[in-house]
């Protein structure tokens, strides 16, 4: 492949040579040579009147004539040895030609007819550099646009001008199995999603064992689960411990701005798979082109004719032995219903956040190469780390290791994961110093949201308060952690959280007398909470337990967040509603900094002298006011 590749790059090279040559020769040499030869305009007539010259040949912008060869010269000027004229009969004879610029003489011919001189008009001849130079030079601009457009519907790839109308081939990259390196042994957290793919290894790995049952190999499965969970990892996993082919795409590869391309590509990838069966097609984030039918403004769409085509291939009058088709998706929903019945995918796997002994897990795959400090606990940070993806663990992983390097440590400390997950979740810290007057309402503010947490039974623990500005637009934080893995949430629980969000307004008010815009982004999570109650989970006394919020399908579709035949008093009860719990929880929060004023004075005090302070410094200024 490489010498076949070679041999194209060499006939390349030769024919730009040789036109490089021509180039050369006709408008760099040629120009040359003539312009020694040129002679003025005065010796052309000089060598007209004393019959020098042989024959004349005009062109439209230049004279060229040959003078007479030395043979025809008068016999006086030839060398005589004993009365014999001497002749060189070796040397051939040449005439000279002689270039002049044409000027504009109207005797001209006249003179060239009484001297007796054979002369005649040489035609114009269109050259090839004329030719590009009037033809195909307008076009190069729309032929190199027309080359890159194309080129880039191939990928930029290698194919360049060869591969321009293959564009309807499949864009699918094919793996080997092992060529992956992705194994079961890199994967962490992955739970019950691990056990159902071991299952389609096993199809593929020995199909005649589940033959003899009448059991057949599922055609589809699915991968269903939020952003950074390990969807495609665990794809290539699969590959990898089955050994089989790999065919991986992205579902937007398959759109295209021509129609009939989508439907195409398809097609190719199916018959590709076909003979290389046993193998596995994946097709990453397979919502661009499997979204519901229904939502499609345009009836015959590219995207339509695309997914008709995916429903026909993995489910249609030709069967696909051996062809697994995996899809990832973090958005099942709009996916359509068709390619999601029993035949096509088959099962859709959940592929979750993992819990406390996945986080270790997969916190111990990647810290392999890091080296740890005796007084790392990966149990500890698994668990102050409740809701986190394994992308996010991987990020504090690798967060914790470049502060070690930066502070030329020679392992990394607790400190480094501590920093590492702080700036995860509120950002990179800020070198901008606030005001004294900013400096002092951020931290009662903070302060506000932390005494809150505190005196409200089963609110998450506080972590750190920092009045630290962050790269993420936070004046300062606070960051409670959860103790556990949370699954349900109560009415009361989520009651707290709004008052422990409002808490900083809460403390604004008490202090300052008026509140401030920090408290914009607490507003909006609270009162979406508050929503939520209402519409979604039922817990309104006055509402009772109904659900008014539109289902997310017709919410994607573009409709209203809540439903069409709910009437107008009802929506003004839920608005009052939402405002009677945000107002209630603002309350809750207000009475408890009342109550413990002297703390949340104390704890203000501290944080604006240290910036940042920690849950045991906190408690126990909350131990002393309870002594006392």
Same mark, same amino acid.
């Not at 009484?114 to 033809?135: N, P, Q, T």
């Not at 990838?269 to 046993?278: D, R, S």
């Given at each position: 492949?490489?010498?076949?590749?070679?041999?194209?790059?060499?006939?390349?090279?030769?024919?730009?040579?040789?036109?490089?040559?021509?180039?050369?020769?006709?408008?760099?040499?040629?120009?040359?040579?003539?312009?020694?030869?040129?002679?003025?305009?005065?010796?052309?007539?000089?060598?007209?009147?004393?019959?020098?010259?042989?024959?004349?040949?005009?062109?439209?912008?230049?004279?060229?004539?040959?003078?007479?060869?030395?043979?025809?010269?008068?016999?006086?000027?030839?060398?005589?040895?004993?009365?014999?004229?001497?002749?060189?009969?070796?040397?051939?004879?040449?005439?000279?030609?002689?270039?002049?610029?044409?000027?504009?003489?109207?005797?001209?011919?006249?003179?060239?007819?009484?001297?007796?001189?054979?002369?005649?008009?040489?035609?114009?001849?269109?050259?090839?550099?004329?030719?590009?130079?009037?033809?195909?030079?307008?076009?190069?601009?729309?032929?190199?646009?027309? /080359?890159?457009?194309?080129?880039?519907?191939?990928?930029?790839?290698?194919?360049?001008?060869?591969?321009?109308?293959?564009?309807?081939?499949?864009?699918?990259?094919?793996?080997?199995?092992?060529?992956? #390196?992705?194994?079961?042994?890199?994967?962490?957290?992955?739970?019950?999603?691990?056990?159902?793919?071991?299952?389609?290894?096993?199809?593929?790995?020995?199909?005649?064992?589940?033959?003899?049952?009448?059991?057949?190999?599922?055609?589809?499965?699915?991968?269903?689960?939020?952003?950074?969970?390990?969807?495609?990892?665990?794809?290539?996993?699969?590959?990898?411990?089955?050994?089989?082919?790999?065919?991986?795409?992205?579902?937007?590869?398959?759109?295209?701005?021509?129609?009939?391309?989508?439907?195409?590509?398809?097609?190719?990838?199916?018959?590709?798979?076909?003979?290389?069966?046993?193998?596995?097609?994946?097709?990453?984030?397979?919502?661009?082109?499997?979204?519901?039918?229904?939502?499609?403004?345009?009836?015959?769409?590219?995207?339509?004719?695309?997914?008709?085509?995916?429903?026909?291939?993995?489910?249609?009058?030709?069967?696909?032995?051996?062809?697994?088709?995996?899809?990832?998706?973090?958005?099942?929903?709009?996916?359509?219903?068709?390619?999601?019945?029993?035949?096509?995918?088959?099962?859709?796997?959940?592929?979750?956040?993992?819990?406390?002994?996945?986080?270790?897990?997969?916190?111990?795959?990647?810290?392999?190469?890091?080296?740890?400090?005796?007084?790392?606990?990966?149990?500890?940070?698994?668990?102050?780390?409740?809701?986190?993806?394994?992308?996010?663990?991987?990020?504090?992983?690798?967060?914790?290791?470049?502060?070690?390097?930066?502070?030329?440590?020679?392992?990394?400390?607790?400190?480094?994961?501590?920093?590492?997950?702080?700036?995860?979740?509120?950002?990179?810290?800020?070198?901008?110093?606030?005001?004294?007057?900013?400096?002092?309402?951020?931290?009662?503010?903070?302060?506000?949201?932390?005494?809150?947490?505190?005196?409200?039974?089963?609110?998450?623990?506080?972590?750190?308060?920092?009045?630290?500005?962050?790269?993420?637009?936070?004046?300062? /934080?606070?960051?409670?952690?959860?103790?556990?893995?949370?699954?349900?949430?109560?009415?009361?629980?989520?009651?707290?959280?709004?008052?422990?969000?409002?808490? #900083?307004?809460?403390?604004?008010?008490?202090?300052?007398?008026?509140?401030?815009? #920090?408290?914009?982004?607490?507003?909006?999570?609270?009162?979406?909470?508050?929503?939520?109650?209402?519409?979604?989970?039922?817990?309104?006394?006055?509402?009772?337990?109904?659900?008014?919020?539109?289902?997310?399908?017709?919410?994607?579709?573009?409709?209203?967040?809540?439903?069409?035949?709910?009437?107008?008093?009802?929506?003004?009860?839920?608005?009052?509603?939402?405002?009677?719990?945000?107002?209630?929880?603002?309350?809750?929060?207000?009475?408890?900094?009342?109550?413990?004023?002297?703390?949340?004075?104390?704890?203000?005090?501290?944080?604006?002298?240290?910036?940042?302070?920690?849950?045991?410094?906190?408690?126990?200024?909350?131990?002393?006011?309870?002594?006392?």
């Amino acid at each position: 492949m490489k010498q076949m590749d070679k041999g194209k790059f060499s006939a390349g090279y030769f024919l730009i040579a040789m036109v490089v040559a021509w180039l050369f020769a006709e408008y760099v040499y040629k120009p040359y040579v003539e312009s020694k030869s040129e002679v003025p305009y005065s010796e052309f007539l000089s060598d007209l009147d004393s019959h020098e010259i042989e024959n004349v040949d005009i062109t439209d912008t230049r004279i060229m004539y040959a003078l007479k060869s030395k043979e025809n010269a008068s016999p006086d000027k030839r060398p005589i040895v004993d009365g014999v004229i001497l002749t060189n009969r070796r040397q051939k004879p040449q005439n000279e030609i002689k270039s002049v610029v044409k000027l504009l003489d109207p005797y001209l011919i006249e003179r060239l007819a009484s001297a007796d001189i054979s002369f005649g008009g040489v035609a114009k001849r269109d050259g090839l550099m004329d030719l590009f130079m009037g033809i195909l030079l307008p076009m190069l601009p729309l032929l190199i646009i027309w /080359y890159l457009i194309f080129r880039n519907m191939q990928g930029g790839g290698a194919g360049g001008i060869g591969n321009i109308f293959s564009f309807g081939r499949s864009r699918a990259k094919e793996l080997q199995g092992e060529m992956t #390196g992705v194994h079961f042994s890199d994967l962490g957290g992955v739970g019950e999603a691990e056990v159902e793919i071991r299952e389609i290894i096993d199809f593929l790995k020995d199909p005649k064992k589940f033959d003899k049952f009448g059991a057949r190999l599922p055609r589809g499965v699915l991968l269903v689960g939020p952003p950074g969970t390990g969807k495609t990892l665990l794809a290539k996993a699969a590959a990898g411990e089955a050994g089989v082919p790999f065919f991986f795409i992205t579902g937007s590869s398959f759109v295209e701005m021509f129609v009939g391309v989508g439907a195409a590509r398809v097609r190719d990838l199916f018959e590709q798979a076909k003979k290389k069966a046993p193998c596995i097609i994946f097709v990453d984030e397979i919502d661009a082109i499997g979204q519901s039918r229904t939502r499609m403004l345009a009836t015959n769409s590219e995207q339509e004719n695309t997914l008709n085509q995916l429903l026909a291939e993995m489910d249609g009058f030709t069967t696909n032995n051996g062809v697994v088709i995996m899809g990832a998706t973090n958005r099942p929903e709009i996916l359509d219903q068709a390619l999601l019945r029993p035949g096509r995918f088959d099962r859709q796997i959940q592929v979750v956040l993992p819990t406390e002994e996945g986080r270790e897990e997969i916190l111990k795959i990647h810290t392999r190469k890091i080296p740890l400090s005796d007084e790392i606990d990966l149990r500890s940070i698994a668990k102050v780390t409740p809701g986190f993806s394994g992308a996010d663990l991987a990020n504090i992983a690798n967060e914790a290791a470049l502060l070690a390097a930066r502070h030329n440590a020679e392992k990394v400390n607790m400190n480094d994961f501590d920093l590492a997950i702080e700036r995860v979740v509120a950002g990179l810290q800020r070198k901008t110093p606030l005001t004294p007057e900013v400096r002092k309402k951020v931290a009662y503010h903070e302060t506000g949201h932390a005494l809150v947490a505190c005196y409200l039974p089963g609110s998450d623990p506080v972590h750190k308060v920092s009045i630290i500005p962050t790269t993420k637009g936070a004046l300062g /934080y606070t960051m409670q952690m959860p103790t556990e893995d949370q699954y349900l949430v109560g009415e009361n629980e989520l009651k707290n959280r709004m008052a422990v969000m409002l808490g #900083g307004r809460a403390a604004e008010l008490l202090v300052f007398n008026e509140p401030t815009t #920090g408290a914009s982004n607490d507003l909006e999570r609270a009162t979406e909470i508050a929503r939520r109650m209402v519409t979604e989970f039922g817990m309104s006394e006055s509402l009772g337990p109904v659900r008014y919020a539109a289902s997310s399908m017709a919410y994607l579709n573009g409709q209203t967040a809540n439903r069409e035949d709910v009437g107008e008093s009802t929506f003004v009860k839920i608005d009052e509603e939402i405002r009677r719990l945000v107002t209630e929880a603002q309350t809750q929060a207000e009475n408890i900094l009342k109550e413990h004023e002297k703390v949340l004075h104390e704890v203000a005090r501290v944080l604006q002298e240290k910036e940042v302070i920690v849950h045991e410094e906190i408690q126990a200024i909350v131990d002393r006011e309870n002594a006392a």
